[in-house]
């Protein structure tokens, strides 16, 4: 497995924004699907976002029109502008790249909290 990093998790209020990246490699181009995914302390891990190879986008509905996935693949970078962050989105948050070996980072915390 190629590995994935995860950056930009922190706290922050409900209403507040943040800015994840994910730092892929050659081997895992962005230019591929990518997805991101998050997991909240005592529930399964859940998907949120998709970006396809034409640059069509995919987002769960807990998180449509507030989430923004897009990438750079000059720079093979992955993003995730969150916006109006509830504290329900508090999560590790992980990028994954399922093709060629399907590489998963080791996730950012994101805690929403007054």
């Known amino acids: 497995q190629v590995p994935l990093v995860e950056s930009g998790g922190d706290l922050v209020q409900p209403g507040g924004s943040l800015r994840l990246s994910c730092e892929a490699s050659?081997?895992?181009?962005?230019?591929?699907?990518m997805k991101w995914y998050r997991q909240a302390p005592g529930k399964e891990r859940e998907w949120v976002a998709t970006?396809?190879?034409?640059?069509?986008?995919l987002y769960a509905d807990s998180v449509k029109g507030r989430f923004t996935i897009s990438r750079d693949n000059a720079k093979n970078t992955l993003f995730l502008q969150m916006n109006n962050l509830k504290p329900e989105d508090t999560a590790v948050y992980y990028c994954n790249a399922p093709f060629p070996y399907n590489a998963w980072g080791q996730g950012t915390q994101v805690t929403v909290s007054s």
């Open positions: 050659r081997r895992n181009p962005v230019s591929r699907p």
């Open positions: 970006v396809l190879n034409d640059g069509r986008t």
